[in-house]
């Protein structure tokens, strides 16, 4: 699933560890969400959401999408 989480997270100056604390994950499942490796739980992705007061759809992207 593609996101704009890496954009995000630059915009606000966080590193990943940073946003893995806003979100009690860790840095490395940051990365991995960032990088396409891992799609976040729906709870993580609601918690993204809020964080970033954003709609989920706005940040993370089926690749079907036409």
């Known amino acids: 699933?593609?996101?704009?989480?890496?954009?995000?997270?630059?915009?606000?100056?966080?590193?990943?560890?940073?946003?893995?604390?806003?979100?009690?994950v860790s840095r490395q499942a940051v990365n991995a969400i960032e990088t396409g490796k891992y799609d976040p739980s729906l709870p993580l992705a609601f918690k993204?959401?809020?964080?970033?007061?954003?709609p989920i759809e706005e940040?993370?992207?089926?690749e079907f999408e036409g």
Do not use: H, P, T, Y
Not at 6 to 15: C, G
Not at 48 to 54: D, G, H, S, T
Not at 59 to 62: G, V
């Open 1 to 24: 699933m593609k996101n704009k989480l890496k954009v995000l997270r630059a915009m606000r100056d966080w590193s990943q560890a940073q946003l893995g604390e806003e979100l009690d």
């Open 48 to 54: 993204i959401a809020r964080l970033f007061e954003m």
């Open 59 to 62: 940040i993370f992207n089926d």
